[in-house]
C-alpha cells in the first residue's frame, strides 16, 4: 500500500520525488523488517532498501540550504535535487543488490520464508 502510494505519487507529481520517496521507504522498511527476522545479521545490507529515501530528504535540504548550483527560473536549485536524487538512488540500488542475491538464493516452495502481502 505505501510503495503503491509512492509510486503514483512519483507518476503524478515527479517534482515531489523527496516526499514520495518517504513513502516508498515506509515500504521497504516493512520488507526489511520480515527479512531480519528470516536472515538475522545477513540483512544488514537490505537497510539501503529502507534508508535510501530518509537518506534523501535531508541532504537535499542540506544541499538547497547551502546553495548548491545555480537558481532556475523556478526559484529551485536543480543540481541538489540531482546530488540528492543521485545518492539517494545509490544507496537503494546496494539495498536492492542484496535484496536480488538473497531472492535468488531463495528456494521456492519454502515455507520457512515469508510472504508480503
Same mark, same amino acid.
Given at each position: ?6 509510486? +503514483?505519487?512519483?507518476?503524478?507529481? #515527479? ?14 522498511? +516493512? ?6 527476522? /528470516? ?5 544488514? #545490507? ?10 534523501? %530528504?535531508?541532504?537535499?535540504? /542540506? ?6 548550483? #545555480?537558481? $532556475?527560473?523556478?526559484? $529551485?536549485? #536543480?543540481?541538489?535535487?540531482? %546530488? ?6 545509490? /544507496? %537503494? ?21 515469508? +510472504? %508480503?502481502?
Amino acid at each position: 500500500m505505501l510503495f503503491g502510494l509512492g509510486a +503514483a505519487g512519483m507518476v503524478v507529481a #515527479p517534482w515531489a520525488w523527496v516526499l514520495c520517496g518517504l513513502f516508498i521507504g515506509g515500504a521497504f522498511l +516493512a520488507a526489511v523488517v520480515q527479512c531480519r527476522e /528470516v536472515l538475522g545479521r545477513a540483512a544488514w #545490507p537490505l537497510w539501503g532498501t529502507a534508508l535510501a529515501w530518509p537518506i534523501g %530528504l535531508p541532504l537535499y535540504a /542540506v544541499l538547497n540550504a547551502a546553495g548548491l548550483g #545555480p537558481v $532556475d527560473e523556478y526559484g $529551485d536549485r #536543480p543540481a541538489a535535487g540531482a %546530488l540528492a536524487f543521485s545518492v539517494t538512488a545509490g /544507496v %537503494l540500488v546496494i539495498g536492492l543488490v542484496a535484496l536480488g542475491g538473497w531472492l535468488a538464493m531463495e528456494r521456492t516452495g519454502s515455507t520457512r520464508y515469508f +510472504a %508480503l502481502a
